[in-house]
């Protein structure tokens, strides 16, 4: 899905239903940046579980990650580029904002593939990165938070598309800055 794509998707599910959102909680609140180049702020994870492997595919905005990295130690002038200084990087602060844990236990990602793209519809530059991790036995649950951006950008959408094989099962998750609470998958 493109960014575009995923906008689309999120223009259909912000359409008013009468359900209110909650208010971000007081000691979550995100600090306010300078406007970005894109009026959007959006990462999509596409996730496959098969087995005890999960790989994983994270796509956000080039100039929205540099924001939130640029808030660790010895990185405040950073402009991201493709290699193991910037992947070590992004895991560290994939490892704070992103929760996943199977059957109760954590899973740690790792980062074995990365790069920079220009998104076809919005033209933006994105970056990508495949996250892979090997769980100790194929899940009968798995519960997801993803906090990623949440403290830079008041209106960050996060969605997380998950796809269980071998039986081919797929659901949606969607996150946004007020959500505090992991949402769990049973299979």
């Keep these: ?56 595919r994270l796509r956000l905005f080039r100039d929205d990650l540099e924001e939130a990295l640029r808030t660790l130690p010895r990185a405040a002038t950073l402009t991201l580029r493709e290699g193991a200084l910037a992947d070590s990087l992004v895991a560290l602060y994939v490892g704070r904002t992103l929760t996943i844990t199977a059957d109760g236990t954590p899973t740690a990602f790792r980062i074995t593939s990365s790069g920079l793209e220009r998104d076809a519809l919005s033209k933006q530059d994105v970056a990508w990165y495949i996250l892979e991790a090997t769980l100790p036995r194929a899940p009968r649950a798995l519960a997801v938070l ?42």
């Design 146 to 187: 993803d906090r990623m951006l949440f403290e830079r950008f008041p209106d960050q959408q996060n969605i997380v598309s998950v796809l269980k094989m071998p039986q081919d099962d797929r659901t949606t998750l969607y996150f946004t800055t007020g959500d505090a609470g992991a949402q769990t998958l049973r299979w």
């Design 1 to 56: 899905m493109t960014f575009g794509g995923a906008a689309l998707l999120l223009a259909a599910l912000a359409a008013p239903t009468g359900a209110v959102r909650p208010a971000p909680l007081p000691h979550r609140a995100p600090t306010p940046v300078a406007a970005a180049a894109h009026n959007m702020h959006l990462s999509t994870l596409r996730l496959a579980i098969e087995g005890t492997a999960v790989t994983g």
